[in-house]
Every structure is written in C-alpha cells, then in structure tokens.
C-alpha cells in the first residue's frame, strides 16, 4: 500500500482504510467495543428492573461518564462501587434464576414499596441493602437445611427401632 492508496479516499470521501502494525490491511468495519463485565452488569439491572441509565446510575452513585467508559474502554469500577453494583446484580440474578424473567419481573413489582424500589433506593445504602440481602436470600436460597429424617436410614440399615437424636458414629 503506497500513500497514495492511502490519501485518495480523503478525496472521494470514502473511509480510510486502517493499517495494523503489521503493515497488512484491516478491515474499515466498525470494531467491537470492549464491554467490561460492570457494564454487563449493570445492563442485566436495567433490563431486569425495568430502570432507565440514569435511574440506575443514581441508584449506584456513579456518572454517565464512568458507566460509559466501562464500555467503550472495559474499564473497570472502584472496589466500592464494583461491591455494591455485583452485590445487587446477584441478588437480582437470584431472583430472575428461581423465577425466569417475568416471574422476577412479578415479584419485584409487588407490595408497596416494591422490592424493585427498595433495591434500587439501597444500591448505595450498605446497612439498607444488608437487610434486603437477607430477605432475598432466605426467600430464593435459604441457609438452613431441612431436618434430616434418620428414621429411614435407621430402618435401611437393619436397625428397626428409633434412630437416636444425637451424633451416630460411624454415620
């Protein structure tokens, strides 16, 4: 490629061919932008709350600039906001896991406030969004299991009397 090649379409208005380090020719289509995963993150919370840009920026404390440049650089957040941004998209995602979409959708919405509100005014609230973690995950995904029935196990193994409260050994 001479640099003719490269100065004749500034004259003819066409797009100038890009040149890569290596001296070959590439491709004049639009490149893909580098989305970071907060990006992705946050994307996933619009759609999933049903929020606009700047509803959720708010929600989050952060700027139209910041948000933006996480996609056009893949850049990534503070710790403090990267924290709170992927704790309440997996609380969401929780949800939106157990339900589908349009049962999160439903679930969110419900009561007054909903809990759709309620996430969005903590997303900056550590003591708000702690106790809103809480119901979520005793909701979707609780801690406790259930009691194990011994009973059965006691009469599967030969022994037809009650299976003891305590530890057994070898069990």
Known sequence: MTIIDLIAPIKTG?????????????????????ESFAFNCGEDLRKWLGIGTS???????????????????GSTPRLETSRQL?????LV???????????????????????????I??????????RITEEIRNTFAPINPPPVDRSQ????GGNEGQAPDGPLEGW
């Open 55 to 73: 509803e959720l920026l708010d929600a989050l404390g952060i700027s139209r600039a910041t948000y933006y440049a996480w996609k056009a650089r």
């Open 121 to 130: 005014a903590a997303a900056d609230h550590r003591g708000e969004l702690d």
């Open 14 to 34: 066409e797009s100038i061919p890009r040149l890569s380090l290596g001296g070959g020719q590439v491709d004049s289509a639009k490149r893909e932008e580098p």
């Open 153 to 156: 196990a006691a009469r599967a």
């Open 86 to 90: 992927y704790r309440v998209h997996s």
């Open 93 to 119: 995602s929780l949800v939106v896991d157990t339900l589908g979409e349009r049962g999160a959708h439903g679930w969110l919405n419900l009561g007054s406030p909903s809990m759709r509100e309620r996430l």
